[in-house]
């Protein structure tokens, strides 16, 4: 006896690797794959240019904010303080508190000199290194020959090209900046690639620290800055607030200097 079975139909889309629907499809899926790369390629390269264009300004700016929070004083060879405006050979306030900083690390032995900077603005009679070193001999008791004025620049990156050539002049190969908590960063950045071994001690008076709205903004700008420097190789002036030439008595808003110690 002879048994028949009857075997069950396939379903339509079980076919075999070569029935004809499976070449047909092949081509399709080749035109999606390269229509996808196409697209996702250059988006790519976009999302990380993107990414470049705002996590950079954001690690810079992070930088700068802990670099304001230090306070570097490593055994120098000099205090270097950064320019600020003076009023026909008074130190403004700004500059008053960088100066009054300044001494109060050679007084405690962080470097045996102090270099004063910058140059003066059109129409003035005084340096800003001028008027800084004429205080601190004067109002500090420093002696003369451990002042040593820089009379040249009106933004930083001439300033310090002007302080590498003083350090070489005199051998000396590291320095403690003294200027502004949201300077520091583009500052050592300017003194290192001028020769000159960096630290940085801001002062905590003035403008640049008085609210937070106006730290961000500093910060900001300090930001634009360090980026232009690095990227372009240029400078930017230092901030209004800072360089406002405003008739103040300095005596009002900064403390006097105290009486030199023994043996200067």
Not at 169 to 180: C, E, F, P
Request: glycine share 10%.
């Amino acid at each position: 006896m002879t048994l028949e079975v009857e075997m069950p139909e396939p379903p339509p889309d079980d076919r075999g690797a070569d029935e004809p629907g499976d070449e047909a499809s092949e081509p399709k899926k080749r035109v999606r794959r390269r229509r996808s790369r196409w697209i996702t390629v250059p988006l790519s390269i976009v999302a990380g240019l993107l990414a470049i264009a705002v996590l950079t300004p954001a690690v810079v700016g992070a930088r700068i904010w802990f670099q304001a929070r230090q306070d570097e004083r490593p055994r120098s060879d000099a205090i270097i303080v950064l320019g600020a405006a003076q009023y026909n050979g008074e130190p403004s306030p700004t500059l008053q508190w960088r100066l009054q900083h300044a001494l109060d690390l050679y007084r405690k032995g962080v470097a045996p000199a102090i270099v004063t900077v910058g140059g003066k603005a059109p129409g003035d009679n005084y340096t800003e290194a001028g008027a800084g070193r004429t205080w601190l001999i004067e109002k500090g008791g420093v002696p003369a020959s451990r002042v040593f004025a820089v009379p040249v620049g009106r933004d930083t990156l001439e300033s310090m090209k002007a302080v590498g050539k003083e350090f070489d002049r005199h051998h000396w190969s590291s320095g403690v900046i003294v200027t502004d908590p949201w300077h520091g960063l583009r500052s050592k950045k300017m003194a290192e690639d001028n020769g000159v071994k960096a630290a940085a001690s801001p002062t905590r008076s003035g403008p640049s620290v008085q609210t937070r709205d106006t730290q961000f903004n500093y910060i900001l700008r300090e930001t634009g800055g360090y980026l232009s420097y690095v990227l372009l190789g240029k400078s930017v002036q230092v901030p209004d607030e800072t360089v406002k030439r405003i008739r103040i008595d300095p005596s009002e808003t900064a403390s006097p200097a105290p009486p030199a110690s023994p043996g200067g």
